[in-house]
T-cell receptor
Framework: GAVVSQHPSRVICKSGTSVKIECRSLDFQATTMFWYRQFPKQSLMLMATSNEGSKATYEQGVEKDKFLINHASLTLSTLTVTSAHPEDSSFYIC?????????????FGPGTRLTVL | AQSVAQPEDQVNVAEGNPLTVKCTYSVSGNPYLFWYVQYPNRGLQFLLKYITGDNLVKGSYGFEAEFNKSQTSFHLKKPSALVSDSALYFCAVTPHYGNNRLAFGKGNQVVVIP
């Protein structure tokens, strides 16, 4: 099946630093990737839609200057949390849309646990 | 806008018994419906989806789901639950017109008791 990887799986950083999270589709091309945030025991909150070769579309209330998204190729999207603060600590999950025949399904990465001290 | 309701917070079932996780949805037009499972500190794993055709959809690990248009439901079922099925289950919907932004339910914690 379609595989999506995320790196790193876990990161701890100091307040004020920036953290980059990578999302890769390993065996299919993804023109669209999505970034979610998940709080403990809660559902996924869509942060932004990342389109290859164009600007990301952010959901209402998500600061685009704080959460920088780059979708430079058909298999890679990155999320950079700039000037991270403790309230940014969360579980970040990406997904990639497989538009192959009879699929058009989102496949999710394993997630990145961000802890900001 | 589309939405999903998963009315139960937790579903407890004895190992070997049938498992049902309920989901109802609201969407303009025809829906794409999905079930995902999440194990602790992991991403979501795709279980199955309904796009069109047969209302009974079979997926991974022995799970199936039935699309009921009149009741706007897409309940997940497994005839005989395993302890390893204990996890968080999410139902999601997106409309057919292809923006593919999924609306997720709040999730159901399934606990299979040995």
């Amino acid at each position: 099946g379609a595989v999506v990887s995320q790196h790193p799986s876990r990161v701890i950083c100091k307040s004020g630093t920036s953290v980059k999270i990578e999302c890769r589709s390993l065996d299919f091309q993804a023109t669209t990737m999505f970034w979610y945030r998940q709080f403990p025991k809660q559902s996924l909150m869509l942060m932004a839609t990342s389109n290859e070769g164009s600007k990301a579309t952010y959901e209402q209330g998500v600061e685009k200057d704080k959460f920088l998204i780059n979708h430079a190729s058909l298999t890679l999207s990155t999320l950079t949390v700039t000037s991270a603060h403790p309230e940014d600590s969360s579980f970040y999950i990406c997904s990639a849309r497989d538009r192959g025949t009879s699929t058009d399904t989102q496949y999710f990465g394993p997630g990145t646990r961000l802890t900001v001290l | 806008a589309q939405s999903v309701a998963q009315p139960e917070d937790q579903v407890n079932v004895a190992e070997g018994n049938p498992l049902t996780v309920k989901c109802t949805y609201s969407v303009s037009g025809n829906p794409y419906l999905f079930w995902y499972v999440q194990y602790p500190n992991r991403g979501l794993q795709f279980l199955l989806k309904y796009i069109t055709g047969d209302n009974l959809v079979k997926g991974s690990y022995g799970f199936e789901a039935e699309f009921n248009k009149s009741q706007t439901s897409f309940h997940l079922k497994k005839p005989s639950a395993l302890v390893s099925d204990s996890a968080l289950y999410f139902c999601a919907v997106t409309p057919h017109y292809g923006n593919n932004r999924l609306a997720f339910g709040k999730g159901n914690q399934v606990v299979v008791i040995p």
